[in-house]
């Protein structure tokens, strides 16, 4: 399958990179409808981990990634994806449309957004968002690890400023690519052909 973030094709750089500074699993997730797909991670060398939910759905609302993606989206999509009927997960999940369009200010001035045992508990995390060629956010850059060690004390600043860094990277790669193809497309097939149809969509699954 192709991907097309060169973050996924360049692993070794920015996922490692990020694994190797938190000590705990980095991964890229791609925007599918109300849906994130997790398409890739590298795990944390740390004997305990969180399992492998690669290739598996999240809803947006529920999952950092999600959230910075929605934090982007013009109103008429976003007020869709808050129509919905926002299922709570855990007892910290947040669903009332009034606090999710607050906490989304927030996410869209700070870059990243940091979930607490919103979709599973015992779990934390946190996302940046990148844009393609066109300047639409189409994914996003996630870290994610067991609550009693991630972040460590005092490190909550320096693993969302790295992760938020490492997205824009991906994300000036991505114009870079665009206008060296002469169109906003960010690969063979474009994303939305490259990562999923309908006719492959697969089950909703428990991710940071």
Not at 3 to 13: D, M, S
Not at 22 to 43: C, I, K, N, R
């Amino acid at each position: 399958m192709f991907l097309p973030f060169p973050v996924v094709q360049e692993k070794n750089h920015e996922l490692v990179a990020l694994a190797q500074l938190s000590g705990e699993t980095a991964g890229v997730a791609l925007l599918d409808g109300d849906t994130v797909h997790y398409v890739d991670q590298v795990e944390t060398p740390n004997p305990v981990r969180v399992r492998d939910w690669t290739g598996t759905r999240a809803p947006l609302w529920a999952v950092p990634s999600g959230l910075v993606l929605m934090a982007g989206m013009a109103a008429p999509a976003l007020e869709r994806i808050l129509a919905l009927p926002l299922e709570r997960l855990t007892e910290r999940t947040v669903v009332e449309p009034v606090a999710i369009r607050a906490r989304l200010k927030t996410i869209a001035r700070d870059g990243h957004a940091w979930g607490r045992e919103e979709y599973v508990e015992g779990i934390t995390s946190v996302a940046a968002a990148v844009a393609d060629g066109r300047g639409e956010l189409v994914g996003a850059l996630h870290i994610h690890g067991p609550s009693y060690r991630f972040p460590p004390p005092g490190a909550e600043d320096e693993i969302a400023a790295a992760l938020t860094a490492a997205a824009a990277r991906v994300s000036g790669r991505l114009r870079t690519g665009a206008r060296k193809g002469g169109s906003g497309s960010t690969g063979p097939g474009s994303r939305a052909r490259a990562v999923a149809g309908p006719a492959s969509r697969g089950p909703v699954s428990r991710q940071a």
